[in-house]
């Protein structure tokens, strides 16, 4: 796992998210404690931000201010965000990443707005047609890698192919490993399943991808078959909510069955301990951080719900990325290998 | 709810699942002791069938036996079980039921062989271009009924409508519901969301069709939102599996949790009694049963890993389609409305 460099500014949307400056703020003035060389740009309107800054003048110091005036809310559609909200918090964090004032950007809002300014004032990187959007599940072991899930409704060969890329290149960033296992989504694991488009990039990652496992089926994404798995924006966004819905579902079951009786509400208070620590490990804050690979940048968007410790979370999340420079490890991955030069 | 019809005959596979006649015929015999108008056609090898037949001389004449020496494993791949295995039990029980002498039939074998005999042999309804799967998933209130779960990996807007009228129909057979709701699985609930194929279904079904939503997601499939839920096979199958993989994720956090020192297992012996109850809101047998639909038959499939408990439960499923006909109801909600014929 490689370190942060010594100084690094991550630009952040103060705005956005359901509770905006109120945890962003906290989380910024956290990282800030524990990380020295870093330094964050918050954007947005700054007579709300500055009343809630860290007294302490070391951290203050620390942390710059870009007044933008505008908000992206949740109801914005993407195309009333680029032609109308030019000054937003979200639009001036991007504009930092591609003008070299932050090493990347961070926003709770609106995913469709951020997907859509990422793409157009970052662009991709030359060799990938489409960004894709990719966060970490929790899984037996380490937590998987999933991508698309929901920047791309559809997906070809070649798309899928390119998301092993980003996928693997953002496995090394976060947990290190030097060659990541990834595996494509499919209704079967034999060679026969699934449509001709889904065979097609099997056989293309098959031949030679390096870590590629084969097909996974639904089961094993939570199961930590592979480190990262593979599959266009429509599926991989309904498995995603699948998973946070059945969660929904189990605890409130739980919550029944514990208030069944008074039988029964004694046995939650005496197993309350083991619960909470259930429910430590499978919180979607911990997890929190969406990655926006394939682009000239790095984007991170954090849960429009996140609370303070949820924002750190992708804060860190954000880190990795910078320290690890996937645009560049992407960027070097796709390009043809160099000629040599010979000396004359 | 309709009360099954006087005398019914039920063909079953008697040879298919992991567990093949130890696991059917308790369950055949189960059903028989509790529903006087049933018999039960069991199809397969008559030498290991017959020693394993209650001995109850009043049971033993509602059974008959219909000899067939092949068995379909599930390996086999759907084109070898067509070409090489015409002595199958698997084949008898669909031909029992295509030549009228059992009212629907039920396996617990290999899907890809099951739906290709029973679409070749049986056929589907006038008005329907392909069969599809669908099984209830446990949810808040009623389980929720989810197709196509793979027999379509890609399904166009005309199918989507005709899954909508095929699980609409088999929700009134389960439930008793005069107008069941019905959802069409997408990736949020704008009307702007989705590929072309989903918003065409969406257009199509808004425009009165009996029970209509509109769109739903990946975390309404758990929370019972609708009674039905429409999609292509592959998203179905990935959903499906995503939330068993998750279940089995959670149920081993939960071991994890509860062993992790002296305090929590005892945490865990006082918890047990609900944790059971939880288990068994959850036991995938109690939801067993995938009714293939569409076809010009009943056609039941049990999960391959059924015990007895499992597949009592699917052939209860079986006998609810088969006292609601639902492949008649289907019918004659395809069926143009008839012409007023004139008394002269």
Not at 148 to 176: C, I, K, P
Not at 214 to 234: L, M, P, S
Not at 289 to 314: D, E, P, T, W
Request: hydrophobic share 40%.
């Amino acid at each position: 796992m490689t370190t942060p460099p010594r100084s690094v500014t991550i630009a952040v949307d103060a705005m956005s998210g359901d509770l905006g400056p109120e945890a962003v703020i906290p989380a910024v003035t956290g990282i800030l404690r524990d990380r020295p060389g870093l330094e964050i740009l918050l954007c947005g309107r700054p007579e709300i931000i500055e009343p809630l800054l860290p007294q302490t003048e070391a951290l203050r110091a620390r942390i710059h201010i870009e007044a933008a005036q505008d908000v992206v809310t949740m109801d914005d559609s993407p195309s009333r965000v680029l032609r109308a909200k030019k000054d937003s918090s979200m639009r001036r964090a991007i504009l930092a990443v591609a003008e070299g004032r932050a090493a990347a950007c961070l926003s709770s809002g609106n995913t469709g707005a951020l997907m859509a300014l990422a793409y157009m004032i970052l662009k991709t990187l030359p060799g990938i047609d489409r960004p894709a959007i990719c966060t970490p599940i929790p899984a037996r072991g380490r937590p998987t890698l999933m991508l698309d899930l929901g920047a791309n409704l559809e997906a070809s060969d070649e798309h899928l192919v390119q998301f092993a890329l980003m996928g693997t290149t953002l496995a090394r960033a976060v947990y290190g490993i030097e060659e990541p296992t990834v595996g494509l989504l499919n209704v079967g694991s034999e060679e026969t399943k699934g449509h001709e488009t889904l065979r097609r990039a099997h056989r293309r990652l098959a031949d030679g991808f390096p870590g590629y496992h084969g097909y996974v089926e639904g089961h094993d994404i939570h199961a930590g078959v592979v480190n990262v798995i593979v599959t266009d924006g429509f599926t991989g966004n309904v498995a995603l909510k699948t998973a946070e819905g059945f969660a929904l579902y189990l605890s409130g079951i739980l919550r029944e069955e514990f208030a069944a009786s008074w039988l029964s509400r004694l046995e939650a208070v005496v197993a309350s301990s083991v619960l909470k620590r259930v429910r430590r490990r499978l919180d979607p804050g911990r997890y929190n951080g969406a990655s926006f690979l394939g682009l000239r940048g790095i984007v991170v968007k954090s849960h429009g719900g996140s609370n303070a410790y949820a924002v750190r979370q992708a804060l860190e999340r954000t880190l990795q990325e910078v320290a690890y420079d996937v645009p560049g490890h992407l960027a070097a991955r796709l390009a043809p290998p160099p000629h040599e030069v010979t000396a004359v």
